[in-house]
């Protein structure tokens, strides 16, 4: 049972997430809230050593938060749940994109979401700042 919840949590997270481990802080941030795996302290924790250890950030993360709850396998279930809809995203979008990657309207909607990606990140920081500096 534990296996499923962390693979569908971090699914959740892969599918909503773009722009890599910092993107998927915001998501991080309601697990202390939601499910009480971690405190919001050892989430700070574990995002400082996630991104600062070599590798992925997220998955740093999601590995460690697995490990955590349900040893090798709940890593390994939080990992794929983290990969796979990426995964799934990038490869359908790969096939589509090769008849789009000259259209000035793709191109206009990836430019469109960097402000998006920003503030979801820089309202993550705000949060962690909050945590760290009490």
């Known amino acids: ?59 740093n993360m999601a590995s460690y938060i697995g490990f955590t709850m349900a040893g090798i396998g709940g890593m390994v279930s939080a990992v794929a749940g983290l990969c796979l809809p990426s995964f799934i995203i990038i490869t359908i979008i790969a096939t589509f994109l090769r008849n789009f990657n000259h259209s000035s309207v793709v191109k206009r909607f990836f430019y469109g979401l960097r402000p998006a990606v920003v503030a979801v990140i820089a309202s993550a920081v705000l949060r962690l700042m909050d945590i760290s500096l009490l």
Do not use: D, N
């Not at 919840?5 to 910092?22: E, K, M, N, P, S």
């Not at 009480?36 to 700070?44: D, E, N, R, S, V």
């Open 1 to 59: 049972m534990i296996y499923w919840t962390l693979f569908r949590v971090f699914a959740r997270i892969g599918l909503c997430t773009l722009g890599g481990g910092v993107a998927t802080i915001p998501y991080l941030m309601e697990l202390p809230e939601q499910f009480h795996w971690i405190t919001t302290k050892q989430l700070a924790v574990i995002i400082a050593v996630g991104e600062s250890a070599p590798g992925p950030g997220g998955v």
